[in-house]
């Protein structure tokens, strides 16, 4: 790995995400012995600008960030350091150094899912589909995916591509509502699923 430490007095940004939320935690600065550092001791290790010296994260609060992988830019001058942290990584105690959660996030189905929550607590059953069917009770949503499923597999044997997605768009829809309504989101899944790799 061939990195250019001369464009910023010998420092390069180090951006932090975590390896499994891909949340950016945090940005620092290296210099070539705090990578060295930080590939020898498989913890993350920054040069501070403001203390002149080599700091490794969590050296006195013991959150540190364990690394796993490390990738350069095509300019060779900025890393992507991946890391499991422990604890929060801002020093003022939230997760992030932009005060945000590290949290799974599926893009839009987690926006989906907040949707759905939403509906659920705060919708009207007369003029919210979600909300009617959480009204009806888990039956009825168990009903609805067994349903959605059915006619997913359906089309799965024809060849028209568009109801196909159709209907799987239908049944992971339901799938999700039928999720919340058993008091669990697709992070819950996630968990299992990992689990369960070898």
């Known amino acids: 790995m061939t990195i250019d430490y001369s464009k910023n007095n010998g420092l390069v940004p180090a951006i932090i995400q975590d390896v499994s939320t891909k949340t950016v935690l945090m940005l620092g600065y290296m210099n070539e012995e705090a990578l060295k550092k930080t590939l020898e001791t498989k913890l993350v290790t920054f040069y501070s600008r403001s203390k002149q010296r080599l700091w490794t994260k969590g050296e006195e609060s013991g959150n540190v960030l364990r690394l796993i992988d490390l990738k350069v830019d095509c300019d060779n001058d900025t890393l992507l350091i991946s890391v499991n942290p422990e604890g929060p990584t801002c020093h003022k105690g939230s997760d992030t150094c932009w005060n945000e959660n590290n949290t799974q996030n599926f893009g839009f189905l987690t926006h989906l899912e907040d949707v759905i929550a939403s509906r659920k607590n705060n919708a009207n059953k007369e003029t919210s589909y979600v909300a009617s069917l959480f009204a009806e009770g888990i039956n009825k949503i168990a009903q609805k995916v067994g349903e959605e ?9 024809d060849s028209n591509d568009d109801l196909f997605l159709n209907e799987s768009a239908d049944l992971l829809f339901h799938y999700l509502i039928l999720l919340q309504a058993k008091g669990f989101k697709l992070n819950d899944i996630t968990e299992v699923l990992i689990g369960r790799e070898k």
Do not use: G
């Open 149 to 157: 499923a059915i006619e997913t597999v359906i089309e799965a044997k």
